[in-house]
Every structure is written in structure tokens, then in C-alpha cells.
């Protein structure tokens, strides 16, 4: 009887050691690691009155400001609060407004200087004022 459940538990601790496996295989491929090597990606810019422009973009950057930086999208800032793009400045002290970021149509969460690129990418920035 022994015998049966140190069977048991030796074969639930190796089914347990795979799943923790497999579930770290799984997260680290789902990551948002910047790719390497040449990428296509569409940088659309909304502006205040909701007209839109694409621009597409091939870039080695493996992050989205970088990448802008080199299309002369934007100019570099070191804190990360971009305030203009593609000529249009957004000022939170003149109308509260703000660049809202999104990546493949959902928030960003992070600043440009964050957002690994991934080629096939659609990165928008839109032209925000704050209701608060």
C-alpha cells in the first residue's frame, strides 16, 4: 500500500514539475521582449479634431520611441513625456491634454521609451484632453 502512494506522489510531483515548467515556457514566449532585426510597424497620429495619419514605419529599433526618434516623429526626451509628435504639440498646461498611447488598439500602460516593438505592429498616439 506504501509502495502505491510514494507511486502516486512521485508521479503527481513530476506532472506538478512539468506544468510549472510548461507555464514558464509559455509566459516567457507570450513577453513583450523587443525583437530584433529589421520590423515594419504603422505609427498612427490622431490629432486634437480626430483626423488621423499613418505613417509606415521599417526600423531595427526594439523600442517605439527609438524608433520615432529616427523618423523625426518626435524629438528624444529623457523623462519619456513626449509632448509633440508628428508636429503637434499636446500641452496639459495650456488645455490639460496628453498623447494617449495604444498598441494594437489596446493601452500601452508604459511610455514610448517601454513599448517593445513587434513587427506587424499598429502603435497609435492620440491627441487626448483630460475631463479632470
Given at each position: 500500500?506504501k509502495?502505491?502512494?510514494?507511486?502516486?506522489?512521485?508521479?503527481?510531483?513530476?506532472?506538478?514539475?512539468?506544468?510549472?515548467?510548461?507555464?514558464?515556457?509559455?509566459?516567457?514566449?507570450?513577453?513583450?521582449?523587443?525583437?530584433?532585426?529589421?520590423?515594419?510597424?504603422?505609427?498612427?497620429?490622431?490629432?486634437?479634431?480626430?483626423?488621423?495619419?499613418?505613417?509606415?514605419?521599417?526600423?531595427?529599433?526594439?523600442?517605439?520611441?527609438?524608433?520615432?526618434?529616427e523618423?523625426?516623429?518626435?524629438?528624444?526626451?529623457?523623462?519619456?513625456?513626449?509632448?509633440?509628435?508628428?508636429g503637434?504639440?499636446?500641452?496639459?498646461?495650456?488645455?490639460?491634454?496628453?498623447?494617449?498611447?495604444?498598441?494594437?488598439?489596446?493601452?500601452?500602460?508604459?511610455?514610448?521609451?517601454?513599448?517593445?516593438?513587434?513587427?506587424?505592429?499598429?502603435?497609435?498616439?492620440?491627441?487626448?484632453?483630460?475631463?479632470?
Open positions: 500500500m509502495k502505491k502512494q510514494l507511486f502516486l506522489i512521485a508521479i503527481s510531483a513530476v506532472l506538478l514539475v512539468g506544468l510549472i515548467i510548461g507555464a514558464v515556457f509559455l509566459w516567457k514566449g507570450s513577453s513583450a521582449d523587443p525583437n530584433e532585426g529589421n520590423k515594419a510597424i504603422v505609427f498612427e497620429v490622431v490629432q486634437k479634431d480626430g483626423t488621423s495619419k499613418e505613417h509606415e514605419i521599417a526600423t531595427d529599433a526594439e523600442f517605439l520611441a527609438d524608433a520615432l526618434v523618423e523625426g516623429l518626435v524629438d528624444y526626451a529623457k523623462d519619456g513625456m513626449y509632448t509633440v509628435i508628428d503637434i504639440e499636446a500641452s496639459w498646461e495650456a488645455d490639460k491634454a496628453f498623447w494617449w498611447i495604444t498598441v494594437n488598439d489596446e493601452d500601452a500602460g508604459v511610455g514610448m521609451n517601454d513599448i517593445a516593438i513587434t513587427d506587424g505592429g499598429h502603435y497609435e498616439a492620440t491627441y487626448t484632453i483630460s475631463t479632470y
